[in-house]
Each structure stands twice: as structure tokens, then as C-alpha cells.
T-cell receptor, first 113, second 111 residues
Framework: NAGVTQTPKFQVLKTGQSMTLQCAQD?????MSWYRQDPGMGLRLIHY???????DQGEVPNGYNVSRSTTEDFPLRLLSAAPSQTSVYFC????????????FGDGTRLSIL | GEDVEQSLFLSVREGDSSVINCTYT??????LYWYKQEPGAGLQLLTY?????DMKQDQRLTVLLNKKDKHLSLRIADTQTGDSAIYFC???????????FGAGTRLAVHP
């Protein structure tokens, strides 16, 4: 998945800790999104952004914050981690031209103990 | 809310055709997508179809769309062991940035 870089790839946290999942893209895509993937549930949209300075909530935003200060970066912040946030997190981007499909990063596997 | 449903498992013999089915509820969905996920990896876009099309073919992949029934299928011809993966159907909903995913169909290819 060249062009969309997620870090870290793996992380273990204790309940109550905070952390930031990073997503960076070098394709100058306007649209960026965060999804979480849980077993048997497919992917669910957490937050998304249509451009620098603009963010909006998705289907499951509670417990997460985002900001978009640059086109390239769209970090996802867990304010106070809970076991229910154990999941695989994917960042996706797409160009604003027409309706091009979203391209996904390789994911961050997060465990909350 | 809007929903996308798919069967969870499919097992096929190597060389046969695989057909993965999907239904969706949002009649305003403009584009429908198929993604492939191999173990431990991200999602790879396989193909997508515009809602005013009935069929799209891309090498071994054929997508059929019945918009009236909100039914989408992905056919993989001459299925190979390398096709073993989870296949996700997704529909845009409420705008191009919002994708609703199915739970994924695990395709197992055996000799």
C-alpha cells in the first residue's frame, strides 16, 4: 500500500493511557479517513477529513479525537484507552477528483489491557 | 443505519470459479467496491462498479450488480491458492467518504 503510511504497526497499552496513531500520505489526497476493524464486523468509520482544517465524525467516533493541520497527516488520538478499543485501525485516503476509490494503509494493531 | 451483508465463508476447489455475494440497503449508493485482505495485511482494492452499470469485467474478475435487488457479486474465474483471503464488499453511503463494509467473506481454495 505505497503512499499511505501508518505507525506504529503494533502497540499494547494499559487501560487509561493515551496515545496517537499516525497516518501520513504523500499523494496529496484531500480525503482521509480512519476505520477500525473488529472480528466479524467488517470496517467501521471513526472520523474523516475532506481537507486540511476540516474533520467530521463517522459511525463510531466516541473515545477518539482527530485533527488535520496538514494535507499529509491525519493522526488519531485515543484520549483514555479502554479494552473495547482493542482493534485493528486502518487509515484510508482518496483524491478529491471525481469519485476515486479509497486506498488503505497496512493498519495498526492495538491491544488495550 | 445502512447495512452491507455477505456470507462469511466460501470453499472452492483450485481451478473452479468462486462467486461471492453481497447485499446492501442504501439505494443511493453510487459506487460499490470489492476489497481483498490477506492475513496481517491491509485492504487491497480489487475492483469497483458504478451504480448505473450491470457488469464490469477485469481479467479474472467479474462484478455483477442488480440495483433493483441491491445485490452485488464478485466472480473469480480459475481460482488459485493465491486467491485465498477475506473479501470485503463496501458501498458508499451519505457521500463518497463514507464506506459501509460487510463483515467479509473468507475464501478458502483447496487442491
Amino acid at each position: 500500500n505505497a503512499g499511505v503510511t501508518q505507525t506504529p504497526k503494533f502497540q499494547v497499552l494499559k487501560t487509561g493511557q493515551s496515545m496517537t496513531l499516525q497516518c501520513a500520505q504523500d499523494m496529496n489526497h484531500e480525503y482521509m479517513s480512519w476505520y477500525r476493524q473488529d472480528p466479524g464486523m467488517g470496517l467501521r468509520l471513526i472520523h474523516y477529513s475532506v481537507g486540511a482544517g476540516i474533520t467530521d465524525q463517522g459511525e463510531v467516533p466516541n473515545g477518539y479525537n482527530v485533527s488535520r493541520s496538514t494535507t499529509e497527516d491525519f493522526p488519531l488520538r485515543l484520549l483514555s484507552a479502554a479494552p473495547s478499543q482493542t482493534s485493528v485501525y486502518f487509515c484510508a485516503t482518496r483524491t478529491g477528483a471525481g469519485n476515486q476509490p479509497q486506498h488503505f494503509g497496512d493498519g495498526t494493531r492495538l491491544s488495550i489491557l | 443505519g445502512e447495512d452491507v451483508e455477505q456470507s462469511l465463508f466460501l470453499s472452492v476447489r483450485e481451478g473452479d470459479s468462486s462467486v461471492i455475494n453481497c447485499t446492501y440497503t442504501d439505494s443511493s449508493s453510487t459506487y460499490l467496491y470489492w476489497y481483498k485482505q490477506e492475513p496481517g495485511a491491509g485492504l487491497q482494492l480489487l475492483t469497483y462498479i458504478f451504480s448505473n452499470m450491470d457488469m464490469k469485467q477485469d481479467q479474472r474478475l467479474t462484478v455483477l450488480l442488480n440495483k433493483k435487488d441491491k445485490h452485488l457479486s464478485l466472480r473469480i474465474a480459475d481460482t488459485q491458492t493465491g486467491d485465498s483471503a477475506i473479501y470485503f464488499c463496501a458501498a458508499d453511503s451519505g457521500g463518497y467518504n463514507k464506506l459501509i463494509f460487510g463483515a467479509g467473506t473468507r475464501l478458502a481454495v483447496h487442491p
